[in-house]
Every structure is written in structure tokens, then in C-alpha cells.
């Protein structure tokens, strides 16, 4: 047994680019600021609400394979990060 806990590691990241309307882009900004967190953070949550909460894309998803190795809820769990409440 080691003397101290081991250093819990960030989950894996990649960078994705997309284009929003100008109004949601200052609403990401605000919101980022209002919860005191990264625009990486409010993007990667709300996502993870988005796919959690649509039942139709939760069936499809279990209907489908997709090809990368982490898919369906283990993507959506990934995202979440420990302690956090799901709504």
C-alpha cells in the first residue's frame, strides 16, 4: 500500500472547433463567468445534459456501434466530472 494516494488523472481530452451565432458565443462567455468555470467546462456539461437527457439518441446509440472504443453511456459518464449531481 503506498504511503500517499495515488494522483488522480484527467480524463483524456480532445479539441474539437465549431462556429456559433455571435449571441451564443457572449451567452457561453457569460454563463463560463456566472458559474466561475472554463467555456471548456459549461460546452463539455451542457453536452453531457443534452445527450443524457434525449431518449431518443439514448435508443439510437444503443442500436448502433459506432467505432470508437468508448461509446454510448461510457461517453456521457466520462464527461461528468466525480461528485458532480446529474440532473
Given amino acids: 500500500m503506498p504511503f500517499i494516494p495515488r494522483q488522480v488523472k484527467p480524463p483524456a ?4 472547433s465549431c462556429k456559433v ?9 457569460r454563463y463560463a463567468e456566472f ?7 459549461v460546452v463539455n456539461e451542457l453536452l453531457c445534459v443534452a445527450f443524457r437527457r434525449d431518449k431518443e439518441f ?20 466520462g464527461g461528468r466530472q466525480a461528485g458532480r449531481p446529474q440532473s
Fill in 13 to 16: 481530452r480532445r479539441v474539437i
Fill in 21 to 29: 451565432l455571435e449571441e451564443t458565443a457572449t451567452l457561453l462567455t
Fill in 35 to 41: 458559474l466561475d468555470s472554463t467555456q471548456d467546462y
Fill in 58 to 77: 439514448q435508443a439510437w446509440l444503443g442500436s448502433t456501434s459506432a467505432a470508437s472504443p468508448q461509446t454510448g453511456q461510457e461517453a456521457v459518464a
